[in-house]
């Protein structure tokens, strides 16, 4: 589950995002499931800490409201994930229960909208 960077002496450096770990994988190790569930509660996490200060008083919107946004979507992109994976490799009553995470994870950001 590593990104990296690739690119040489001379030639721009690209992010590549670290695949999708396999049916076999997630299987073999359902520690899986939990890298993508422990990312999406650390970003709705740090949202929420960023919640306090997104109003100044007035009608203007700090930076940490869309720093807060940016989060949340993180939030529901890796709850996306999550539910992917499951609904892929796991039993009926997780899969549920990712797609529930996902959507709960969807309605705080278009809550926060």
Known sequence: LRSTVRGGPGKSKVFVRAAEPTAAAVQAHPEHLAVYLMC???AWAY????????VDGSDNRTR???SMRKKLRAAVAAADVLERLAVRD?????????????LW????DRLEA
Request: with cysteine.
């Open 105 to 108: 994870a969807r309605g705080n």
């Open 40 to 42: 999406a509660e650390r």
């Open 90 to 102: 796991c039993d009926a009553r997780t899969a549920l229960e990712a797609a529930l995470y996902a």
């Open 47 to 54: 949202a929420l800490q960023l919640r306090p200060y997104t």
């Open 64 to 66: 940490a409201y869309f």
